[in-house]
């Protein structure tokens, strides 16, 4: 065997224990006993310590410096560069570091679900203060030798190839759009509101119907509820959550297209990178590009919620809405809220980047946890116009920061901006999507994303493939093109 086969070999390995240790994440949030919290926190460690080591192994070392990199091929090629740079960010952070990262983390997810069941950040704030001290010091390692700061560190295990200087000039760009579009809509008439009870075993059903309809493979995949929607896996194991509200049916309905976005990027990928580097969603920006097109650009249109109100009325009969085109304004109808994850597509970006803001400034020193929740609640009301009125509608409401996903939030708005573009392409590759859309059919959608995103997994990087996809670089000019032209024509602006 050459180096090469056996570091590939030594790689599949590693690839499959990540699985596994993946699907521990996916039983804490879905069916394990509250009381194991403490044990799996400890099982949990374990496994980190285990895949750590593996990832810092000095064979790695020795294998990638006898290859010859001239002979190998494209796939060759991207699998070495992604090989280099995992091993490179492993052999910075201290085996125990990386091990104290995982227990805090994972009991700390059990704290912020029980504060926010409470609405008391107090109770959190010294265990995420932990959390943040801990990403701190991993950041430093990353960033230590290199012409970068914490937070940039941070970003590069999502994002590979962007900085928050790139992402500040982006979102620069975003947010005076946004919020005059978003004063204009809200001084217009609003649609009206879905109103009723609608029963959570059927919505459970029907969103099983959503998925197939999306090209979610069952076969190979599963739907269980939790509290935060996601989704887990990748290969042959692509698992989505998602939950239920009696009196708001689509926020089943939609977390469980986003979350179908990300399982079928990776069900598409190409079955001969199967735990391999290449096996996997290139970059989380790219992942969100996926779950955003597929929930709103396809699911959110027109002929596509006309689809929607005739599945509706088969489930539930005459449900206080009496066309098609008055349901397609209710499922976009821009409205007040706290919650990023229930956010109109206007309005769903002001929230992405109050959080960006935020943990630049907490990575930084700027910013302490003890000042984090007034923080919050200030920047939220300037921003949307009204105060938070609890805890758990504000600082509490999101999973990530208790995990240790700093540098995570950017990427929705990045994945927003992707699709966009994708949107822009897609719809000028099939000029006659919308009317398979009206039939319930997203097939042409999907394909396209499949053949021109999905398949290629990591084998180009994350720029690359949107680049590659759409034939130009990306850029937020589509994404307020569609905003716009979407909304002043929703509202009659």
Known sequence: MTAYDDLMAFQRETEALAQVAGRLGWDQETVMPRGAAPQRGEEMAAMESVLHTRRIDPRLADWLGRIETA?????????????????????????DLAARIARVTSAAQGTWAEARAADDFAAFAPTLKEVIALKREEGAALAEGRDIDIYDAMLEDYEPGTTAADLEAMFGA????????????RDAEAPPVLEGVFDEASQMELTAKLARHFGYDLSTGRID???????????????ITTRTNALDPFNCFYSTVHEVGHAAYEQGIDNAYLLTPLGRGVSMGVHESQSRIYENQIGRSRPFTGWLFGEMTAAYGDFGVPDAETFYKIVNRVSDGFIRTEADELQYNLHVLLRFDL???????????????????DRFEADFGYPVDRPSNGVLQDVHWSVGLLGYFPTY???????GCLNDAMRAAVPDLDES??????????????????????????????????????????????????????YGI
Not at 71 to 92: E, M, P, S
Not at 226 to 239: I, K, N, Q, Y
Not at 362 to 375: F, H, K, Y
Not at 413 to 419: C, E, F, I
Request: with cysteine; proline share 5%.
């Open 413 to 419: 708005s990045l994945g927003n901006v992707y699709a």
């Open 359 to 377: 943990e630049r400034a907490l990575m930084s020193g700027d910013l302490q946890v003890n000042e984090l929740e007034t923080a919050w609640n």
């Open 71 to 95: 002979g190998l091929d494209a796939v060759g090629q991207a699998n070495l560069r992604h090989i280099k740079r995992d091993f490179d960010r492993a052999t910075r952070v201290p085996a």
């Open 225 to 239: 509820k939790a509290v935060h929607p996601f989704s887990s896996g990748s290969g042959l194991d692509v698992r």
């Open 174 to 185: 975003l947010r005076p759009k946004l919020t005059e579009l978003r004063a204009a809509v």
């Open 437 to 490: 859309l009206a039939r319930g059919d997203t097939s042409a959608a999907t394909g396209w994303l499949r053949e021109n995103v999905q398949q290629h997994g990591g084998l180009f990087e994350p720029r690359e493939v949107i680049t590659r996809a759409c034939g130009k670089p990306p850029s937020e000019e589509p994404l307020l093109n569609y905003l716009e032209n979407k909304f002043k024509d929703l």
